[in-house]
């Protein structure tokens, strides 16, 4: 098969683009600039498609920061730290964020007239992201057949697992996890205290993989 990944060089999508590339897939990798505080991650994405020898592109968007300036991500709000609970999480919501990324990358796909889309969204995110909801990717996977003479499928094969699940499954692939990026804030290093270190490093531990990443604290 022959995929588009949505790739953003963080843990997640890293392990799908090493389970895409296992199963045989030709693969593209499509970067994307909204604007988004941690574009640290498109450095790492950048460089481990590099190393596989996988074509990678950046769509830039950052011009889209205006319209989409709420939250944490692309907005003032602080980024939140500890575990997430549901209101802190919906700090992080970028609006329509995933309607936007699988919109150019079907539009990618379809140039280039390969079979399929992938992004990484698993059962940690969609109980609180709306546009990672089953329902929500089945009828975009509908519109994605209709909007050209080419369909396009759209791949989640992360949709029942956990954030756990995938660092043990990476581990078993090989996925440099030190390479890749999950830091909201965006510095040189981790921060340790946001949301998404926070699971990315309980992962681990649950997982029982040592850690690689350096944290801040």
């Known amino acids: 098969m022959q995929s588009v990944l949505i790739y953003s060089g ?21 970067g994307i600039d909204y604007g988004q505080r941690h574009r640290r991650e498109l ?12 074509e990678y ?29 549901d209101e802190s ?6 609006p329509n964020r995933n309607m936007i990324m699988l919109s150019v990358a079907i539009g990618w796909a379809i140039s280039l007239r390969f079979d399929a889309v992938a992004y990484a969204a698993h059962a940690g995110d969609h109980p609180i992201y709306p546009d990672c909801r089953p329902e929500f990717v089945e009828s ?19 949709i029942e697992k956990s954030k756990t699940d995938l660092v043990r499954l990476g581990a078993k692939l090989g996925v440099p996890f030190a390479l890749t990026w ?36």
Request: proline share 5%; charged share 25%; net charge neutral.
């Open 10 to 30: 963080g843990l997640d999508s890293t392990v799908l683009l090493y389970y895409l590339r296992d199963a045989g897939h030709e693969l593209r990798c499509l």
């Open 43 to 54: 450095g790492s994405a950048a460089e481990i498609s590099r190393r596989l020898g996988v």
């Open 57 to 85: 592109r950046m769509a830039d968007l950052a011009g889209l920061r205006p319209l989409l300036a709420v939250g944490a991500l692309t907005g003032a709000d602080a980024v939140p730290e500890g575990h997430y609970n």
């Open 89 to 94: 999480m919906k700090l992080t919501i970028v």
């Open 140 to 158: 975009v996977e509908k519109a994605a057949a209709l909007c050209d003479w080419h369909p396009v499928r759209i791949l989640r094969p992360f």
């Open 182 to 217: 999950s830091c909201y804030k965006g510095g040189e290093r981790h921060c340790g205290r946001c949301g998404t270190c926070t699971e990315r490093r309980e992962a681990f531990q649950l997982a029982g993989v040592p850690d690689p990443t350096e944290y801040a604290a």
